[in-house]
């Protein structure tokens, strides 16, 4: 039997590489604790992201790639993951304490669904082991509190306010804090203020993804969102009708314009799915935001059904991904998440 070293496994780790990276595991920086004893090898796999919808295949292609290696009679593989922040120059000096990336959601006209997604995907994200946080931009209608099913009054604690717990989230929102049914009525500075207090004055803890769902339009808290912190990425959400894209498009110049990277576009509301006969009908159109993501260079997500159990677990405070979580429409939503969690780990790495 040959002499098996740890440099041995570590040259048959080269030859691996990460499917959205193009690098191999061992640059990356992706194998820990590497230990060979009598044949017997131990390593722990770090993955950018525990949403990683590669998790599977890289895990087989570390395996074949060490069992492959002459003297080696087992293998102990370890996974974990831990979430790169961005590399960009003033991130560093604008990023929230112990908050890798901020994810703005954003759609150009309301209706489309946008917070649905917006909380489905946090949850998504939280279902696969990663700390996430989901922040109400919208001041004026702050429905999230309804669709999380909760209105518990956030607590303070040296001097920070405490986001409340949701299905596994970090969760803070104007609904929170002001009685049901009163509405808020203030001015542009009024705003940009309870963004920066929601931003700063808010214990997020340590966070992988902290979830801004925005409201509809080009307006003061998306400008005061990016003023306030380093927003990694933004996914804009519309449905397939011609309106809903049109302003989706005016959303998608609006990040532009304000250097933030827009990580992909989402058709909510796709299609419909008959009960009886199962047949599939495209009520608002179908594939139209596909399109128009290639055509603006934008990536494409992914699509969500239209069905009577996200409205209706949104109305009752049950999110779909937790509520059905064998459902066609949560399976899109996870698949969705799994996407975006794949373009910020791109993003983080590719900025070297």
Known sequence: ????????????????????????????????????????????????????????????????????????????????????????????????????????????????????????????????GSRVGLLDGDVYGPNLPRMLGTHEQPSQRDGKILPVDAHGIRFMSMGLLVPQGEAVVWRGPMLHGAMKSFLHDVDWGDLDYLIVDLPP??????????????????????????????????????????????????????????PDCKSRHAIFDSGRTEERALALGVPYLGAVPLHGEVRRGGDEGRPVVAGEPGSEYARALREIAGHLAQRISIQAYGRE
């Open 217 to 274: 339009g080009t307006g003061d808290i998306q400008l005061s969102l990016v003023q306030q912190t380093f927003v990694a990425g933004a996914i804009v959400v519309t449905t397939p009708s011609v309106v809903s894209l049109e302003d989706a498009v005016k959303a998608v110049d609006m990040f532009a314009k304000l250097q933030v990277p827009v990580l992909g576009m989402v058709e909510n509301m796709s299609y419909f799915v008959c």
């Open 1 to 128: 039997m040959p002499n098996l070293h740890a440099d041995d496994v570590l040259n048959a780790l080269r030859k691996v590489q990460d499917p959205d990276l193009h690098r191999d595991l061992v640059t990356l920086g992706m194998i820990e604790n590497l230990k060979v004893e009598d044949g017997e090898v131990t390593l722990t796999l770090v993955l950018t992201t525990a949403a990683c919808p590669l998790k599977g295949k890289i895990e087989e292609d570390v395996r074949s790639a060490v069992l492959a290696v002459p003297g080696v009679r087992g293998l102990k593989l370890d996974t974990t993951s831990r979430v790169r922040r961005p590399k960009d120059p003033t991130a560093d000096r604008r990023a929230l304490p112990g908050v890798a990336h901020v994810i703005a959601v954003g759609a150009g006209k309301g209706g489309v669904g946008k917070s649905t997604v917006a909380a489905n995907l946090a949850i998504a994200l939280a279902q696969t």
